[in-house]
């Protein structure tokens, strides 16, 4: 049984987009097989 992945995600390079009251994500333009759309800072 093959395991399923939600991939809707909208990386929005570069800018904080909020994530939940007070966190807010950063997305860096670095994508991968292993970073998916890029590496991820939460603040």
């Known amino acids: ?3 399923e ?3 809707s ?3 929005a ?3 904080a987009v909020t994530v ?3 966190v807010l994500r ?3 333009g670095n994508p991968s ?3 998916f759309h890029g590496t991820n800072s939460y603040l």
């Open 13 to 15: 390079y570069g800018r």
């Open 26 to 28: 950063i997305t860096a």
């Open 33 to 35: 097989p292993f970073t």
């Open 5 to 7: 992945f939600d991939t």
């Open 9 to 11: 995600f909208d990386p």
């Open 1 to 3: 049984m093959a395991l």
């Open 20 to 22: 939940a009251p007070d």
